[in-house]
Nanobody
Framework: QVKLVESGGGSVQAGGSLQLSCAASGRTASRCSMAWFRQAPGKEREGVAATAGDGTTGYVDSVKGRFTVSKDNTKNTLFLLMSSLKPEDTAMYYC??????????????????WGQGTQVTVSS
């Protein structure tokens, strides 16, 4: 129903920047709100940022002021611009989508559609 493909991950030194992209396809109504999650080895998957159908955004406290989530509806693409990266940002990053249009917080239970992930590694 919805296909999400992440790209843009890689290795970067602390203090650097990366931009992740998530190309979305499938039923538009099924991906009204979208989000980024991440999972580090041995840890639970956590929400990073989300954008609701009206453009409202929400972030986990640890990335506020450093990460920016945005969506280009003409290109069906979700972005995550990550700046001032820290070693603790190292994780697999996942894109997710939901048909609910008012989800501006990256809460895992609200998102039924997921991509395969892209790895981000930040070295000190």
């Amino acid at each position: 129903q919805v296909k999400l493909v992440e790209s843009g991950g890689g290795s970067v030194q602390a203090g650097g920047s990366l931009q992740l992209s998530c190309a979305a396809s499938g039923r538009t109504a099924s991906r009204c709100s979208m989000a980024w999650f991440r999972q580090a080895p041995g840890k639970e998957r956590e929400g990073v940022a989300a954008t609701a159908g009206d453009g409202t955004t929400g972030y986990v406290d640890s990335v506020k002021g450093r990460f920016t989530v945005s969506k280009d509806n003409t290109k069906n693409t979700l972005f995550l611009l990550m700046s001032s990266l820290k070693p603790e940002d190292t994780a697999m990053y996942y894109c997710a989508a939901t048909p609910y249009c008012s989800v501006a917080d990256p809460v895992r239970d609200f998102f039924p559609f997921w991509g395969q992930g892209t790895q981000v590694t930040v070295s000190s």
